[in-house]
């Protein structure tokens, strides 16, 4: 299929070389599938709350944070970030050089579990493990977060 259309082909040249700009993101919100007179936009429900499927991990989790900025900031919260605790033999590891450097460490060399997990009350998440099945909280279980309880270990 060829393209005529000048700017979405330079969008695409830009997207396939990891270049993209805020102006081609915007150009794509106004590309939707359907009925031409439909005004929608990317911006509003449901299409603000569809899953995106991407490739890369970092990717991945450079979408959730901008989404969890997005949810602070459209209802005027600052976002509570869990820092992961790092364990090795069974230790915390308290080597403060060792653990920033772990923090920094991309998702694919982690488990795919990031350093930082920024979280904001309303907020959609998605269980990864079985926390309580019983209870229906398993994996792959959706939901939404209302607020961050923990007890300290003794």
Request: aromatic share 6%; proline share 6%.
């Amino acid at each position: 299929m060829r393209t005529e259309d000048l700017r979405y082909l330079e969008l695409l040249n830009r997207l396939r070389g990891g270049q993209s700009t805020i102006e081609d993101y915007q150009l794509l919100c106004t590309r939707i599938v359907g009925n031409p007179k439909l005004q929608a936009s990317l911006r509003q429900k449901p299409w603000n709350e569809t899953p995106i499927l991407v490739f890369r991990n970092t990717l991945h989790t450079q979408i959730n944070n901008r989404a969890v900025l997005n949810k602070a900031m459209e209802m005027g919260l600052r976002p509570t970030v869990c820092v992961a605790q790092d364990y090795f033999q069974g230790k915390l590891i308290d080597d403060l050089r060792l653990r920033k450097t772990i923090l920094e460490l991309p998702d694919y060399k982690t488990e795919h579990l990031p350093g930082y997990l920024p979280l904001v009350p309303g907020m959609p998440v998605l269980l990864t493990e079985n926390v309580a099945t019983e209870l229906g909280l398993s994996n792959g279980t959706r939901g939404i977060f209302h607020q961050l309880v923990y007890e300290e270990s003794s």
